[in-house]
């Protein structure tokens, strides 16, 4: 009978011994999983609040009012009436805009940031074709973002992009060199903001 409780003993602890290996090969799987897929996550999605350029992050240029967003297509139809509706129909989901004043030689002028988080890259590329006006011309060498363009006015220059999942654009009210290079600039630190 010794023999009998000595071979189940040693069965049982056999078990015992392969259930601890299992509990921590078991344990060690959910610990990676977690690692590489529960918490490791990566960066956070981008907000477009945390997009538009701060107080003299563009060296001279200061915010001058607050900042308008929108969240819901009625907000963004209360910023901007009937211009709200290509970016409703192709994915909106969060605008922040932003205007600024400095200097452009000696000159005063105001400048002013528009981005719109437009959800993925098909619906931001949708929207900055849709709002095509016909009269800019491509912005090819060092431009922000998948594609780029300027448009030049009487008193103004706009420069728009998208790239990622945003649609950016940027007006200054001068339609000179030293105008366009700020509002290149701007659109350039945004760019960059996007892909951090």
Do not use: H
């Not at 129909?89 to 200097?103: H, R």
């Amino acid at each position: 009978m010794t023999g009998e409780i000595q071979t189940r003993d040693t069965g049982f602890r056999s078990v015992l011994v392969v259930g601890r290996r299992l509990l921590t090969v078991a344990g060690l799987c959910l610990c990676l999983g977690l690692v590489f897929c529960g918490c490791n996550q990566g960066p956070a999605a981008k907000d477009v609040v945390d997009l538009i350029p701060l107080d003299n992050d563009i060296s001279g240029w200061t915010r001058t009012g607050p900042m308008q967003i929108a969240e819901t297509g009625q907000q963004l139809y209360d910023m901007i009436d009937g211009e709200a509706q290509p970016y409703i129909d192709n994915g909106f989901v969060k605008c922040a805009f932003q205007k600024y004043s400095g200097t452009v030689g000696s000159n005063q002028v105001e400048l002013e940031v528009r981005v719109f988080d437009m959800a993925d890259t098909a619906n931001a590329r949708k929207v900055y074709e849709a709002v095509t006006t016909g009269s800019e011309v491509p912005w090819t060498q060092d431009n922000p973002g998948a594609a780029a363009r300027i448009e030049q006015s009487l008193f103004s220059y706009k420069v728009d992009f998208w790239g990622d999942r945003f649609y950016v654009w940027v007006t200054i009210q001068d339609a000179t060199d030293p105008g366009l290079a700020v509002a290149k600039f701007f659109a350039g630190n945004i760019w960059a903001a996007i892909k951090e």
